[in-house]
């Protein structure tokens, strides 16, 4: 009699493993990534597999694996020299909703005269950073569009110190393969080196030309628009440049690490 318990499915995991290596293959010839990126999805592994996809641990090792690889197809793809799109003042989104993992009332409250960026890992310089010193620094502005996840979009006017500016200040190790962002509301995030160094990555302190307000982040907000919204973290307090992946809040529980919008 067999027993009433799931079994782990092994035929998927080793037909998964199969496609992933096949498609890895695949993916070294640049004119056939986009189809790679096209099928390399939940409905294209069931489609090729053959497979009815469950809940059981097997599936969910598979899911993470393809996961894992589909952040190595966008950041084949991702090209560090285009720049995201830039909007005009009358099409900026007013007002620009706020967004996080909990209400507005429990926004956290930063005291901009202690609050300290500190910077940590693979770096030979500066390690921490107050206000008026990013304040000094070389300042721009962008009006781009932040898009969520969730499904919406909306355009904001951003200024602040270019991150790449930033992290070469600071003495970071600029070879490194990411860069890892941890906030006064506990949420973290980490990003690769290429996006860090985008000339759209922005460490920003104002909105709207103003000084960022709470809600938006304040003090300091890493706005990156060739990034979905949960890849741009805000109220940050240290960043660690490392080669040991770091993972996220969201990428933690399933989301996808890359993010590219």
């Excluded at 781009?144 to 200040?169: D, K, N, Q, Y």
Aim: hydrophobic share 35%; with cysteine.
């Amino acid at each position: 009699m067999r027993s009433g318990k799931k079994q782990p499915n092994a035929f998927l995991v080793s037909n998964a493993d199969s496609i992933i290596k096949d498609a890895r293959s695949e993916l070294k010839s640049p004119a056939r990534r986009l189809l790679g990126k096209q099928i390399l999805t939940l409905g294209g592994i069931a489609m090729l597999s053959g497979c009815d996809l469950s809940n059981d641990k097997s599936v969910n090792t598979m899911l993470r694996k393809m996961s894992f690889f589909n952040d190595r197809v966008q950041a084949l793809l991702f090209d560090p020299n285009k720049m995201a799109p830039t909007y005009p003042e009358s099409m900026i989104t007013r007002p620009f909703p706020f967004n996080a993992f909990y209400d507005i009332d429990d926004v956290p409250e930063v005291d901009p005269a202690t609050w300290r960026l500190q910077v940590g890992g693979l770096v030979n310089g500066k390690r921490s950073w107050t206000l008026g010193e990013l304040q000094a620094m070389p300042q721009e502005s962008q009006i781009t569009r932040h898009i969520c996840i969730e499904g919406w979009s909306a355009i904001g006017h951003w200024g602040g110190v270019r991150f790449s500016e930033f992290l070469r200040r600071a003495g970071a190790d600029t070879t490194a393969k990411y860069v890892a962002l941890h906030c006064a509301d506990n949420y973290w995030t980490s990003i690769d080196m290429p996006t860090a160094l985008h000339a759209q990555t922005l460490l920003t302190l104002t909105y709207d030309g103003d000084v960022l307000p709470p809600k938006y982040g304040f003090p300091a907000k890493l706005r990156m628009p060739t990034k979905l919204g949960y890849k741009n973290p805000k109220h940050i307090v240290a960043i660690t440049v490392t080669n040991e992946y770091p993972g996220g809040y969201w990428e933690n529980q399933g989301y996808n690490w890359f993010g590219g919008s």
